[in-house]
């Protein structure tokens, strides 16, 4: 069997240093001390570097970053949060060579739980070699790594999976020292110029369809800094936006909105106001962040309630607009719905969860069911530093995140509203029409539609089905404060 052994960092990954994975451990598992903190401390890893002491202040990062932290944090940080950014990453050559082996070993320097999650499912390794966390019994991880030479330990791994026969090909840095134990060696660019490789069946690593995670950018040092120079400044922003945004009547917010640093991009003819003793107009819409129904009011200039899932309470009280709750409950959905229909329009996002990347969820059929004046609309953003949603963290700082970035750009696109050929009146199933209007509103965003549910996504993501437990509008409220307590001292 062919074999091949692949560093990560420098070579599977085109960034040779691990600095801003852990980072993003540091920013997502604690918070924006212990990121701060590392970030202080880069000139110090960086002239151990310099001097030779590499691995001293790979230890160093390891410790700031991840000491006290419990082992489940971790390795839900690396489920849900690092592949993105790995993946973002990858040397797709380096990728061809590893791919076209038959048995895939990883190494890496990074503590193993970092990396063996999207090394495994995405770069299909079929074992991954890293440094070990040293965890305490009560399961949090003390900081320390085991081995006194990580380079060693991690040769030793090697050495003991191949026992029988050598690896048949090494890809790695020069320093890398687990090269020795293979057969051939190449070092980072790798060319696919063998012909195992120009007949090998090459397929594109798995991508990424859910991460969770606040930060948009990878915490290189200049980005870093970049974030916590602007926290401060887009909290006060935040505020203002948010104030304006309850204050105002929804004709003033576009103007306001611009003068704020926002903008929202309108393409397609949206219909007009449903005349009163006629049912409204059900808006059918891409569902990319909390802030979808508030945009769609503000373009139409009016304020159009919202069916909701599962939001925080502290975004009900914060919403500008009328918010429908409803209870997962088929029948009592339905009459919900209606009756909101029989006094105008209504909003709802039949994917019932947002997804970040260019892919639809699977759309739920109800909404087919209820009207036939059905106006698909295409709903995209753009941030520059935060993302608005979150599977793990608190849902009540959603739109609190979305308004911290610097120029928040929203697109909406009002497609025409379907034909009665194309909806229930014509015979069509519910499934039929669902499935129609996903595929429209993909094609219009350039999306690929998918079969993945809400219950997916918070599986992969926070190991739950996505129920929030409706905690007290004080609770969410202490939880807010908490987060954005170290710029108040």
């Known amino acids: 069997m062919d074999s091949v052994v692949s560093e990560l960092e420098g ?23 212990r990121f701060a903190l590392l970030l202080i401390l880069w000139p110090v890893i960086g002239l151990l570097d310099m001097l030779g002491m590499g691995e001293y202040g790979l230890k160093l990062m390891v410790f700031v970053a991840i000491a006290g932290v419990s082992e489940s944090e971790i390795e839900s940080v690396a489920r849900a949060v690092l592949p993105k950014f790995y993946l973002d990453d990858i040397d797709m050559e380096a990728w061809k060579v590893f791919s076209s082996y038959d048995k895939r070993v990883v190494v890496t320097k990074m503590p193993r739980i970092m990396a063996e999650r999207f090394v495994k499912e995405h770069l299909r390794a079929d074992e991954v070699i890293g440094s070990e966390l040293v965890i305490s019994r009560f399961g949090f991880a003390t900081g320390f790594v085991k081995g006194n030479i990580i380079d060693s330990y991690i040769s030793s791994r090697v050495a003991k999976l191949f026992i029988d026969e050598k690896p048949c090909l090494g890809q790695g840095r020069v320093t890398s020292s687990f090269l020795s134990l293979c057969k051939e060696q190449i070092h980072p660019p790798c060319m696919t110029n063998d012909q195992k490789q120009h007949d090998h069946q090459l397929v594109r690593p798995l991508p990424v369809i859910f991460h969770d995670g606040r930060l948009v950018k990878r915490p290189t040092p200049s980005m ?21 945004g309850i204050m105002l009547p929804m004709w003033a917010k576009p103007y306001l909105s611009k003068m704020l640093g926002g903008k929202v991009i309108v393409k397609g003819k949206p219909p007009p106001p449903a005349s009163s003793g006629n049912s409204g107009v059900l808006f059918v819409c891409t569902h990319r962040t909390l802030m979808d129904p508030v945009v769609l009011s503000t373009v139409l200039r009016r304020k159009i309630p919202a069916v909701t899932y599962s939001i925080s309470r502290l975004s009900e009280i914060l919403s500008p607009i009328p918010t429908v ?109 669902a499935n129609y209007v996903q595929r429209i509103l993909a094609a219009t965003l350039g999306f690929e539609c998918t079969n993945f549910t809400r219950k997916d996504k918070y599986r992969v993501l926070a190991g739950n089905d996505g129920s929030v437990s409706h905690t007290s509008f004080a609770n969410q409220l202490k939880k807010v404060v908490s987060t954005f307590k170290p710029f108040f001292h």
């Open 325 to 433: 709750r409803l209870t997962r409950i088929r029948d009592v959905d339905a009459d919900q719905i209606k009756r909101e229909l029989a006094r105008g329009d209504l909003v709802v996002c039949p994917e019932g969860t947002t997804c970040r990347e260019p892919f639809l969820l699977r759309f739920s059929a109800l909404f087919a069911e209820l009207t036939d004046q059905i106006v698909p609309v295409a709903m995209n953003y753009r941030v520059g530093f935060f993302h608005a949603t979150t599977a793990r963290g608190c849902k009540a700082l959603d739109p609190i995140f979305f308004f911290m970035n610097p120029r928040p750009v929203y697109e909406v696109t009002f497609l025409s509203q379907l034909p009665v050929e194309a909806t229930c009146s014509s015979g069509k199933s519910p499934h039929d029409v």
């Open 224 to 244: 870093a800094l970049l974030i916590i120079l602007w926290m401060p400044i887009g909290i006060v922003l935040a505020a203002v936006r948010i104030l304006v």
């Open 11 to 33: 070579t599977l990954l085109k960034g040779g240093d691990p600095f801003s994975y852990f980072m993003l451990v540091a920013f997502e598992a604690s918070g924006l001390l």
